[in-house]
């Protein structure tokens, strides 16, 4: 059994346009460091529309591949071995990223689907639906979608932050963590979600209510 937080960003701002920043392997160690705190196996790096695989932040916890995608009605998460290095923000349907992200041998994730979302209403062939660290409050909803799409539940802490990393987080049950197992793992349902519940994690909970809700 493996702890793997699979929705993380390496620039812990908004604002720039979708490609790598001498900032990114910094914030790629900073994760590793707080995330061999928060005692994870792996990582997700899930970076909005880019991906990169930032050579020097080896060890635990293992990164694992990833691009978070802007499609033309909300985002995706593409994990596992080779996803897109870039993407183009609304360019793209979710049908198009689901396609593609099988092609390439990787799992395609509705991430935060009560957001300003309406992936969740397409016809793609899904993989599975994210409980978002930021809203875990919508954690029925998703199951209830889960059970309605046929598809399993994982976890993510969607960190702009090094310390939110691991605050939800998958539970994949395979033999070794590589991003094929953790594809398939996926695929086949063997995962499930943890979901970090201290006193700072819902007052940061309450203050990203307020960021998503006004801006």
Known sequence: MFTVD???????????RGEPTPYDPVGARLLALWGRRSGLDGIALTNHDYYSPFDGATGEPQFIPGIEVTTTVGHLLVVGPDPPRRT???ESTPEEVVSRAHG???????????????VRESDADFDA??????HPDNAERVRALSESL???VVGGSDAH???EVGRTVTRIEAAELTPETVVTAIREGAVSVDVRDSRVDELMRTGYGCV????
């Open 6 to 16: 699979l929705h993380a960003h390496t620039r812990f701002f908004h604002g720039f």
């Open 88 to 90: 183009v923000p609304g």
């Open 104 to 118: 390439n041998g990787c799992a395609a994730i509705i991430a935060h689907p009560y957001r300003r979302s309406r």
């Open 129 to 134: 639906v994210e409980i978002n660290g930021k």
């Open 150 to 152: 046929g598809i399993p």
């Open 161 to 163: 932050y090094p310390f």
């Open 212 to 215: 998503h809700r006004y801006l």
